[in-house]
């Protein structure tokens, strides 16, 4: 579907349950509509060098891969994959495939926004219990997912260095100093990388690779009585397949950029009780380097963002940047 297809639908298409209201959100790859106690996530016929939704048989495989992978750890929200259809020009989402269907969709239960663990953090209403609760839940996650052993854990180093893709645009934006955050960052990542091979290896073949969520951050979890995580990478498995260490260095990373150092601590502490994920100084700084690297990814999503936004929103994303970097430039400082 294309944008124009999508506007047709959220005014005038028709959907599987009864509804009042109605909201369209989006993101670079995704079109989310909102109804009242239903949500409705349609791809983006996009392809980039790690995506590739460009074919309607594609966003359909890759929305069934979406309900089983998430499934994992929020089996309630994920409901089905449906289906799009093109009636002479009205269009319907449809729990039935028809010789009209177009695309797909992922149809999911709505939770409640404001138990979204992002707005939580931003009114300091998220409690070391719940903290505890998600190390927990993280811990059984891991100990069940399939462990991964045929992979390139060095990959990271081109993944790391493309970061220098949006220099021009961050120099624009914010000047030569975060430019040259960018340029340092990835000749220390280059050294650390040289220098901590044989580590990194040798974790692999310990079975410490696992099919994690691969996109652990706050924004992907609601707070209830117990902790749901959801939207996990399922479009392409080299993001999903993480070192245990650099799943949860991902989760840190993000409650600190919320400013909260100490659930970031407390974090470690309590799964670190249900397992000894950290036992030398080696790993302590292989866990600071997935903190950067992840700062990194953040710092490029929020770039890409930032290029495709109106004036208002750019001026958020562009603080976003300068938010990744300064805790990017502050993990690289960290590294021996």
């Not at 109804?35 to 349609?42: H, L, Q, S």
Request: aromatic residues 12%; glycine residues 2%; proline residues 2%.
């Amino acid at each position: 579907m294309n944008r124009s297809q999508i506007e047709h639908l959220v005014k005038n298409g028709k959907f599987p349950s009864a509804y009042k209201f109605v909201e369209l959100l989006e993101t670079h790859i995704s079109w989310v509509i909102l109804c009242d106690e239903i949500v409705y996530k349609i791809k983006k016929p996009v392809k980039f060098d790690f995506l590739d939704f460009s074919t309607p048989q594609k966003r359909e495989f890759y929305c069934h891969k979406e309900v089983v992978l998430n499934r994992r750890l929020a089996k309630d929200i994920y409901q089905s994959v449906v289906y799009i259809h093109d009636n002479n020009g009205k269009f319907e989402i449809s729990l039935q495939e028809s010789e009209n269907t177009i695309d797909y969709a992922v149809m999911m239960k709505k939770m409640n926004p404001d138990k979204r663990m992002d707005k939580l953090l931003r009114s300091n209403k998220v409690s070391l219990e719940q903290i505890d609760q998600i190390a927990k839940t993280l811990k059984e996650f891991h100990d069940k997912t399939e462990t991964i052993y045929d992979i390139q854990p060095l990959d990271l180093k081109s993944k790391f260095n493309d970061i220098d893709e949006i220099s021009n645009f961050v120099k624009e934006s914010l000047g030569i100093k975060y430019k040259n955050i960018i340029k340092n960052s990835i000749h220390k990542s280059d050294q650390f990388l040289k220098q901590y091979e044989a580590i990194i290896k040798l974790r692999s073949e310990l079975g410490l690779i696992k099919d994690c969520h691969g996109d652990l951050h706050s924004k992907n979890i609601f707070l209830l009585d117990e902790p749901i995580i959801f939207d996990c990478i399922e479009f392409n498995p080299s993001f999903r397949h993480l070192d245990i260490l650099n799943e949860l260095a991902f989760f840190c990373m993000d409650l600190e950029a919320y400013n909260h150092h100490e659930l970031s601590q407390y974090f470690m502490v309590c799964y670190n009780k249900l397992e000894e994920i950290i036992h030398s100084n080696q790993e302590s700084q292989l866990f600071i380097y997935y903190k950067a690297y992840h700062a990194n990814v953040r710092a490029k999503v929020s770039a890409m963002e930032a290029q495709k936004a109106n004036s208002d929103k750019m001026d958020k994303a562009v603080e976003e940047i300068k938010l990744y970097l300064d805790l990017l430039n502050q993990y690289i400082s960290e590294l021996d």
